[in-house]
């Protein structure tokens, strides 16, 4: 079974600066697809960023940037001149090509101090 | 501008009553998802539906929860009878599932669940 993992409970960041949040993932697959989502305090789920595993080239979206280290099974988000809007709980998420659904990491808060 | 909608937003129950949960997908969506967020368990997949067939139910408990696709406009999650443990937030989601591409869900505003 597939399995996402977040290492870091929580994480904070001074405004303007970056941040890396890891995520770790273990499947048997060659063909997925990678995911973060941005869940503030509203309880809306975001997307911010998304890989597709057989893209060697990593993910941008303005700020918000992946490493993608496929042999490792490492995605992590980079998010680069922090803003207080960015305060949230982040997710990151696994899918199966062949699959509809995501499998969710536990999440890391991050905090952002102005 | 559109959206996932999902309703009631809150509901507060009594243990042993029936919960019903309403979810509008995105119309032209051929896939729904209903997933649940507790502080224990993250969020987690309970069922889902491609073209308002179930593919996957097997983390929904069955003696207790049901979920349907009346028609394409509707999604149903019900919980009879509801129980405190119960208590989380319900994410309806829906999405284009192509063959080939990292598809996007998008997901509803939740219904939060609190069982008494």
């Known amino acids: 079974a597939q399995t996402v993992t977040q290492s870091q409970p929580e994480m904070s960041v001074q405004e303007a600066e970056t941040v890396t949040l890891s995520c770790t993932y273990d499947?048997?697959?060659?063909?997925?697809?990678l995911f973060w989502y941005k869940q503030p305090p509203s309880r809306q789920m975001i997307l911010v960023i998304r890989?597709?595993?057989?893209?060697?080239q990593n993910a941008t979206e303005n700020r918000f940037s992946v490493n993608f280290q496929k042999a490792a099974k490492s995605f992590s988000l980079k998010i680069s001149d922090s803003q207080l809007g960015d305060a949230a709980m982040y997710f990151c998420?696994?899918?199966?090509?062949?699959?509809?659904?995501?499998?969710f990491g536990k999440g890391t808060k991050l905090s952002v101090k102005p | 501008d559109a959206r996932v909608t999902q309703t009631p937003r809150h509901k507060v129950t009594e243990m042993g009553q029936e919960v019903t949960m309403r979810c509008q997908p995105i119309?032209?969506?051929?896939?729904v998802f209903w997933y649940r967020q507790t502080m224990m368990q993250g969020l987690e997949l309970l069922a889902y539906?491609?073209?308002?067939?179930?593919?996957?139910d097997s983390g929904m408990p069955k003696d207790r929860f049901s979920a349907e696709m009346p028609d394409a406009t509707l999604a149903t999650l019900k919980i009879q009878p509801s129980e405190p443990r119960d208590s989380a937030v319900y994410f309806c989601?829906?999405?284009?599932?192509?063959?080939?591409?990292?598809?996007?869900?998008?997901f509803g505003p939740g219904t939060r669940l609190t069982v008494l």
């Open positions: 989601a829906s999405g284009l599932v192509l063959l080939r591409g990292a598809n996007e869900q998008f």
């Open positions: 499947t048997s697959e060659s063909d997925y697809y």
């Open positions: 890989q597709e595993a057989y893209k060697q």
């Open positions: 998420a696994y899918r199966r090509r062949s699959q509809g659904n995501l499998i």
């Open positions: 119309l032209g969506h051929n896939t």
């Open positions: 539906f491609r073209n308002r067939a179930p593919l996957d």
